[in-house]
């Protein structure tokens, strides 16, 4: 049973600057919900119990968020504002949480590596803290179902383009179902014409013990960084990898225009913002057009 998660949540964000040199990324809301909050949810929903985040510098906000807070609590029940009094515990009551410092940003391998004594000797899930899955199963839980048959890692992907595959990490391997691919070859980046297939690293995993040793061995490369997928490539051949392709959407909050749009998009699925918000973008549409 997996029953334990690691989240990165340690970089910088760089691309979300100003509004990032004093507010984690993952902290940016999806309407009025941090994006880190619907992350650790999608744990949660898929039957996970402990939680290590992986912090770094400037990310005392996240630690915050799911603690409590009396003070708010206490004024929320004095104005008798009850459902918001409970959907504030529910943030603090929705796993245990712990927390590591990476002390430096040497990339994503790295910052899971801080997980080792959190995980032990278990297998363990991670989410990335700036990608939001919207699916009616929690894209976890089908990495977990594989893994429970298949008992191997797994990596969920997503199809993309083909003129965009060497923006990703992209698998290769043997199909067993349309969902699911025995991987023989990790790719990052590869070169238009030399990739594999079209199926992209969506940001979640579910990785086995080895993972860390493999970690400790692979050396830093572009921007003087440990990648997760040079390690697992390590791996290839000494131990099962399977890609689950993801039943749902991804939502990567890494761009500026990709948050605008999930905005939009959690906006227009919301009963109190959908037909107001639709109204004023068909008005700004036509608008534009004249």
Request: proline residues 5%; negative net charge; contains cysteine.
């Amino acid at each position: 049973m997996i029953k334990k998660a690691v989240i990165p949540a340690a970089g910088f964000g760089t691309r979300f600057l100003p509004a990032t040199k004093s507010q984690p990324k993952e902290m940016l809301p999806i309407i009025d919900t941090p994006t880190i909050q619907y992350v650790v949810q999608e744990a949660v929903d898929s039957g996970i119990e402990e939680i290590l985040i992986i912090t770094g510098k400037g990310k005392r906000a996240i630690i915050d968020h799911f603690d409590r807070n009396f003070e708010l609590e206490q004024r929320l029940l004095e104005k008798q504002e009850e459902a918001l009094y409970q959907q504030i515990r529910q943030i603090s009551d929705m796993a245990n949480i712990y927390y590591v410092h990476q002390k430096e940003l040497n990339g994503l391998g790295d910052a899971v590596s801080y997980g080792k004594q959190f995980t032990g000797n278990e297998p363990f899930a991670v989410l990335l803290g700036d990608t939001v899955m919207e699916s009616v199963i929690p894209v976890t839980q089908q990495l977990i179902d594989i893994y429970n048959q298949y008992e191997g890692m797994v990596i969920a992907v997503e199809p993309v383009p083909q003129d965009k595959v060497n923006r990703y990490g992209i698998v290769g391997g043997r199909a067993i179902i349309d969902s699911i691919m025995e991987i023989d070859q990790l790719i990052e980046k590869p070169e238009l014409g030399e990739a594999p297939s079209n199926l992209a690293i969506a940001g979640r995993y579910i990785l086995t013990p080895e993972i860390y040793e493999s970690i400790k061995i692979t050396p830093k490369k572009k921007n003087n960084e440990v990648q997760l997928t040079d390690a697992m490539v390590n791996l290839l051949g000494k131990k099962k990898f399977y890609s689950c392709t993801i039943e749902g959407k991804r939502h990567d909050i890494g761009s500026k225009l990709d948050f605008l749009k999930t905005n939009i998009e959690f906006a227009l699925k919301r009963k109190e913002f959908a037909k107001p918000l639709l109204e004023y973008l068909t008005q700004l549409l036509e608008e534009k057009k004249g």
